[in-house]
């Protein structure tokens, strides 16, 4: 009950702040992309959960979220693969925008850098084989492909406004699914009240940004699945 009422409260955030931003330019906004939206978010927070709990546990033995994970990210590959999306419109392609590799490479070279540093001045205890393997597959598949993938597409698509920054082309929608996937880490219900912690916001909302721009910029999630489990795995390994 408590990740129900958790998520019923992201959703609401997000169609609170949606209407908002909606309806200061309504001639940019499309609320059917919006409530569109926040059903994936419903749609993948349940599958990550099991059903929050009602479906059957397949691996009881795995120390990690393998089933949820992979249920999601199935999930999400559906989605991409109908009409309404597609799987090049929501960056589900390896190819790479003409032009986009050479300001990319440079940004990716700063991220995995920084985390190279982390990792090095806090190291961490010796992982599991278990630990490392989800670390480097996992987070970055399903994630990226939900949030940078689909997630993006449908907010994309409900605010159409855009100001260009940096080399691309921003719109509301970029800022909400950053949001999302820092209150997707820092909120929660539980003992009832609500929870948020504003540094796992921080740690979280603002270095997917920078995905957001990859995917914007190289119109393909390759990039950000790389640097996202790059980003888990490298503690464990240095």
């Known amino acids: 009950m408590n990740g129900l009422i958790g998520i019923a409260g992201v959703i609401g955030l997000l169609l609170a702040a949606g209407a908002v931003i909606g309806l200061m330019r309504p001639s940019q906004f499309n609320p059917r992309w919006l409530l569109t939206a926040a059903a994936l978010v419903l749609a993948n927070d349940f599958l990550l959960t099991r059903g929050y709990g009602l479906l059957p546990?397949?691996?009881?033995?795995?120390?990690?979220?393998?089933?949820?994970?992979?249920?999601?990210?199935?999930?999400?590959?559906i989605i991409?693969?109908?009409?309404?999306?597609?799987?090049?419109?929501?960056g589900l392609t390896p190819a790479q925008a003409p032009g986009s590799l050479k300001p990319a490479a440079f940004v990716c070279a700063i991220y995995l850098g920084?985390?190279?540093?982390?990792?090095?001045?806090?190291?961490?205890?010796p992982a599991s084989m278990e630990t490392v393997a989800f670390q480097l597959t996992m987070p970055g598949l399903e994630e990226e492909a939900f949030?940078?993938?689909?997630?993006?597409?449908?907010?994309?698509?409900?605010?159409?406004?855009?100001?260009?920054?940096?080399?691309?082309?921003?719109?509301?929608?970029?800022?909400?699914?950053?949001?999302?996937?820092?209150?997707?880490?820092?909120?929660?219900?539980s003992k009832g009240q609500f929870s948020f912690d504003l540094l796992t916001m921080a740690l979280t909302a603002l270095p997917?940004?920078?995905?957001?721009?990859?995917?914007?910029?190289?119109?393909?999630?390759?990039l950000p699945i790389v640097l996202h489990n790059f980003g888990n795995a490298i503690m464990l390994l240095v």
């Open 147 to 189: 949030y940078r993938g689909v997630l993006l597409l449908a907010l994309s698509h409900a605010f159409l406004g855009r100001v260009k920054l940096l080399g691309v082309e921003w719109s509301w929608g970029a800022i909400l699914s950053c949001a999302l996937f820092g209150l997707a880490h820092a909120f929660g219900f």
């Open 114 to 125: 920084f985390f190279l540093v982390l990792a090095i001045v806090f190291p961490t205890e």
């Open 57 to 77: 546990e397949l691996l009881p033995d795995a120390a990690w979220n393998w089933q949820g994970k992979l249920l999601a990210l199935a999930a999400t590959l």
């Open 208 to 222: 997917s940004l920078i995905a957001v721009w990859l995917v914007l910029r190289t119109r393909s999630i390759l």
């Open 80 to 90: 991409a693969s109908t009409p309404a999306f597609g799987w090049r419109a929501a």
